[in-house]
């Protein structure tokens, strides 16, 4: 059991309680706009190159003040510095938790067991930047001479999603002579639909896997490895050599899969799956957009690094995030943060930050196992706008729940968008600015009715409201605005791990499933017994059986 008092006790949470229930009864957004005329300026925040505009939240300087208590009491900062040192807060996995140190700079100083690991971290990135810059050369050619135009990364979660994510995000900026392909899914008809235009002896495979033991990726390259050596003529294991390469922490089960450890890209166990995307599991993204917008990228990291390590706590970026969505969560009722980017080009980040934030935070027993009696980490939902708008936005506006969200975009398009596809992007960003309007302050029923709308329809149409967003702008989404980005999200989610008293870096909860699947498997493939099956899915499997095409 744990000594420190349980969280709903401590003084500062009460008064959050109490603050509540006396000023957020009659707390309207448009109320507090009218009330301080500065306070968009005030509750604006830069870090980098990103403007944070928290003004639109169902918040006061009081509500701020209490809930920094909070962040004392519960010693964020204590932690976030024994993160920083090395310390194994990773406390169910006995593990260091140290993706900051892989966009330390070179002379950075970054010691886990006594030892300094930015040496091979930058050895590791030096060698992805060689085999990258051979890639895009064409020098690293395939087995049969050809030239590499293809790259295909297996993996999964976070061994698929950030360079996904961040390829998508910055294709502006890749090498459009390869195509650089993401396959995740142990449904065949992921492989197959990637691979079926790709010719075998211009195809890289990068093998993703922190263990190298997970289920889907080692199916996945190993039916990549058949494609490969039928589709080749003259091929045999050399073939593989030329044609695969592994990121991992792994080194025996890759050499076990066939993979020379020569063409292994290291990580290691204190970074987790879901923080590795700056790690070697970049690799793909780096041959995409070569190893300098790759640095400017941990650049960007590492810059938001320093302004969570260093910054006070009133002006510091992913601690006032992170404060607000305990506020939402844990004293508001919101189940759900909605993350609405403005922008094509991050498409997946949505979904890169799904695993981001509820891997680290879904989670009901607190560091020591008791179980929490408080609300943790919210469903993480959206897609980019302005495509939601025409979906799921009459929910936001009109529904009855409680859904702060995030509004992210740009000033400017990308460079190389034609004039005319670049003068759409006015319109893309009004299109920000009037939701997160519309979001905090509605339409009034007299508004309404002074519109001449019958008074049948005024109900239908008033827009109540005090729907609380945050704003983050930036001139433009370069490879270190990313960075930037990415570790603002990872520094929320990590403070508010640390505010609800849970163990962020575990993934327990993923590990019932997987071994349930090798269990049930063998039944659908072979028919053979299955024993401990519930009389639901005994049955849902008979009927699979029955149905099954011989
Ligand atoms: O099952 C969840 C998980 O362990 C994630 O945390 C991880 O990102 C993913 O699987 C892939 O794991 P690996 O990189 O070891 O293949």
């Known amino acids: 059991m744990s000594d420190t008092p349980e969280l709903t006790h401590r003084p500062e949470w009460t008064a959050l309680e109490d603050h509540r229930a006396e000023e957020l009864r009659h707390l309207q957004l448009r109320d507090l706009f009218a009330a301080d005329p500065g306070r968009a300026e005030r509750y604006t925040v830069s870090v980098g190159e990103l403007r944070i505009d928290y003004s639109k939240h169902l918040i006061t300087d009081e509500t701020l003040a209490l809930l920094q208590e909070l962040a004392t009491a519960t010693d964020v900062f204590g932690l976030r510095d024994a993160m920083l040192r090395g310390e194994k807060i990773n ?32 050895a590791v990135l030096d060698k992805m930047a060689d085999f990258s810059e051979r890639v895009r050369s064409g020098e690293w050619t395939g087995h049969t001479g050809k030239r590499i135009r293809n790259v295909v990364n297996i993996g999964i979660g976070g061994s698929d999603l950030g360079p996904a994510m961040a390829y998508e995000a910055l294709r502006a900026f890749t090498e459009r002579s390869l195509t650089v392909r993401f396959v995740s899914n142990v449904d065949g008809a992921d492989l197959h639909e990637v691979l079926r235009d790709l010719d075998p002896a211009e195809t890289l495979f990068i093998v993703a896997s922190k263990t190298f033991t997970t289920i889907e990726t080692i199916t996945n390259a190993t039916s990549a490895r058949s494609w490969l050596l039928a589709g080749l003529d003259d091929g045999g294991e050399k073939a593989v050599a030329k044609h695969f390469v592994a990121l991992s922490t792994n080194a025996e089960k890759v050499a076990d899969f066939g993979i020379d450890t020569a063409n292994m890209f290291e990580f290691w166990d204190w970074v987790g799956g879901r923080y590795s995307y700056d790690s070697a599991i970049g690799l793909s993204l780096m041959i995409a957009i ?12 590492h810059l938001v690094d320093e302004h969570f390590r260093t910054a006070p706590a009133a002006g510091n970026a992913p601690l006032l995030l992170g404060l607000l969505g305990v506020w939402y969560g844990s004293f508001l009722g919101a189940q759900s943060h909605a993350v609405l980017p403005y922008s094509h080009y991050l498409s997946k980040f ?8 509820m891997e680290s935070n879904g989670k009901s027993v607190d560091r020591a196992g008791n179980p929490v009696q408080w609300q943790t980490g919210p469903v993480v939902w959206g897609t980019p706008g302005t495509n939601g708008q025409h979906a799921y936005y009459q929910l936001l506006h009109q529904g009855t729940k409680v859904i702060p969200a995030d ?32 979001l905090a302050f509605g339409r009034t029923s007299d508004e309404v009715r002074a519109e001449g709308v019958p008074q049948e329809q005024v109900p ?6 005090n729907h609380p967003t945050t704003t983050i702008l ?6 270190s605005v990313l960075g930037q980005l990415i570790a603002l999200y990872e520094h929320k989610v990590f403070v508010q ?54």
């Open 407 to 438: 509004l992210i975009g740009f000033v400017n398009p990308v460079d190389e968008l034609s004039p005319e596809l670049k003068g759409q992007h006015d319109l893309l960003m009004a299109n920000l600015f009037a939701q997160g309007q519309a």
């Open 91 to 122: 406390v169910t996995e006995q593990r260091a938790v140290l993706h900051t140190a892989l966009r330390a700079p070179r002379d950075a100083v970054v010691e886990v067991d006594g030892e300094d690991v930015v040496p091979a971290v930058h």
């Open 290 to 301: 070569g190893p300098d917008r790759f640095h400017e990228m941990l650049d960007g990291f």
């Open 460 to 465: 239908h149409r008033t827009f109540r409201g």
């Open 474 to 479: 930036a001139s433009e989404l370069t490879p």
């Open 350 to 357: 949505t979904a890169y930050l799904q695993q981001l934030d």
């Open 497 to 550: 791990g640390a505010i609800w008293n849970i163990d962020s870096f575990d993934q327990w909860g993923v590990e019932l499933g997987k071994v349930l699947a090798k269990r049930v498997e063998p039944a659908l493939t072979d028919g053979a017994d299955a024993p401990g099956l519930d009389p639901s899915t005994a049955a849902l499997v008979a009927a699979y059986r029955t149905l099954r095409k011989k």
